[in-house]
């Protein structure tokens, strides 16, 4: 899973929201590093809708629908999942920083 996506599921993991407040999150807690465009943030929204991962209802909002999405257990455990994998791989970064060389000698 990219980096992008983790992030994507970590908004929803602690909260629903619509998309541009993902993004906005996203964008805020990433410092701008990886914050999803509108284009490329609405299919990985469907893809994750259509593998289970994420339920998409709607809601009225001055008298405009929108779109809010939502982890389902699926998506939990895919969020746990991806938590841990990225955490390695973060350690993984830091080890090579801290010696100037990659882990294993690689």
Do not use: D
Request: hydrophobic share 35%.
């Amino acid at each position: 899973m990219s980096l992008s996506r983790f992030f994507i599921l970590h908004v929803l993991h602690r909260q629903p929201v619509h998309g541009y407040e993902i993004t906005k999150q996203v964008g805020a807690i990433t410092h701008g590093c990886c914050a999803p465009t509108e284009g490329s943030l609405y299919p990985v929204l469907k893809e994750f809708t259509e593998a289970g991962l994420v339920e998409m209802t709607t809601e009225l909002v001055s008298g405009r629908e929108r779109k809010v999405y939502t982890l389902t257990p699926a998506g939990e455990r895919a969020y746990r999942v991806a938590s841990r994998a990225w955490g390695e791989v973060a350690e993984y970064i830091r080890q090579a920083i801290k010696s100037g060389n990659p882990p294993n000698g690689g």
